[in-house]
Nanobody, 122 residues
Framework: QVQLVESGGGLVQAGGSLRLSCAASGRTFSTYAMGWFRQAPGKERELACIIKLTEINTYCADSVKGRFTISGDNAKNTVYLQMNNLKPEDTAVYYC???????????????WGQGTQVTVSS
């Protein structure tokens, strides 16, 4: 089992920045990729960014590309999501995920955090 704990969410004005953190513990050696997904009220969970931990490849959805950056610290088993120039449409619960494949689909990730709320006011 892998446990994921997110932190760093909150309320910010449009144009502001936040950094989310996701600390992994447990059987982390089985983790090949991690990612951040988000879910707004009444909408399906969608990809923000993912990272391949061994080769440090990253991918972000078009909606956040150029504004969000995902990074990882393997020594700390922690992944970060730096979010800049936030927009009201970025408001959602952000979930950290970990799994054995580097994939944009949420269904391929085995482990999930509890989620952290990000609210962007206009």
């Amino acid at each position: 089992q892998v446990q994921l704990v997110e932190s760093g969410g909150g309320l910010v004005q449009a144009g502001g920045s936040l950094r989310l953190s996701c600390a992994a513990s447990g059987r982390t050696f089985s983790t090949y990729a991690m990612g951040w997904f988000r879910q707004a009220p009444g909408k399906e969970r969608e990809l923000a960014c993912i990272i391949k931990l061994t080769e440090i490849n990253t991918y972000c959805a078009d909606s956040v590309k150029g504004r969000f950056t995902i990074s990882g610290d393997n020594a700390k088993n922690t992944v970060y999501l730096q979010m800049n120039n936030l927009k009201p449409e970025d408001t959602a619960v952000y979930y950290c995920a970990a799994g054995s494949s580097y994939n944009v689909r949420a269904s391929t990730y085995d482990y999930w955090g509890q989620g952290t709320q990000v609210t962007v006011s206009s």
